[in-house]
């Protein structure tokens, strides 16, 4: 499991990126729709209210926080888990989502060829490399949610991006806009906080149901987003259950797996005794830090190759983007966040 496990769990640089991830907003050429007036408030409760909603799909992430091209760094040519991780905030991505009901969700991130597949049928779970041929079944013992893949649905994105708002946001709607061919309105949140490189957020929420259809951030003091997931096709009929029924082909190596708890990608054993140390989260709301414990960061982002993608600072290397900055501390603790430098600096000195 920890190979296969890890490339569907964020690594070391990824549980902040990966809400911050980018992606290019195509244009829209139909014609905004005319829809009925609603109040902010009413698009939040419509989207709280749209959770389990069955639907398949199609998303597209592109993302281009300005980071050079990662693909040197794995060794073998990427498939480790940290080079993995980093490839995903660069180039293009494309996955297909089904989502049955609360206990039936499958992900298929497609790579070329190859694909990256997380199935979940009740109490179990399936995650499959084709490329590796290596596929682990988990059995939990409590129900579980789906580890936190390689992309986010729009709908994932806008849970984790409005658990950031409070006071210190401003919430009001803007546009409407049709995606995937739905009518959406648009409801954009805007921190008032002075740590955070979050400009604002443009949640398109589909007007029928609620479920977010794209989700895009804008860096502070750019004009394009720096982040955006949007589908491309959606449908709202519940997917066929054998969409949810996986076998794993002959010739791929399995290896099975019992987990206790809510949530598989909280419920791992003991960080001791695995290669994903969880991290410590660091104030709240847009200016959260991650802050994972030394020996988190995977053995195949060492070397020459990082050293083309941080500067030295002050108690360690800092790589920066438009949007995320993580800090690789002199103590070997990683600190991730959709900050400022200094504001990861300071949280490293505590």
Known sequence: MKKNIQRWIPAAVVPAVIITAAVAVPAV?????????????????????????????????????????????????????GSSALELLSGSHTANVFVGGPSTQRVQLLEGFAERDAIRNGDSVWLYDSDAKEATHVTASAPADLPAGPTLTPSEAAEKLLAAVGTSTEIEVVDTARVAGRAAYELRLTPDDADTLVGSVVLSVDAETGLPLAVSVTAEGQKSPAFSVRFSKIDFDAPDASVFEFAPPSDVTVEEETLDGDTLGATLPDAAATDHPRPTIVGDGWDAVAVLPAGALPADLSGAGLEQLTTEVNGGRLLTTSLVSVLLADDGRVLVGAVTPQLLQAVAAQ
């Open 29 to 81: 050429a139909n014609a905004a729709p005319s829809l009925p007036e609603k109040s902010a408030q009413q698009l939040l409760e419509l989207v709280a209210e749209s959770r389990g909603t069955p639907f398949s799909g199609t998303i597209e992430q592109t993302s281009a926080l300005g980071l050079p091209d990662v693909s040197a760094l794995s060794p073998a040519g990427g498939g480790d888990s």
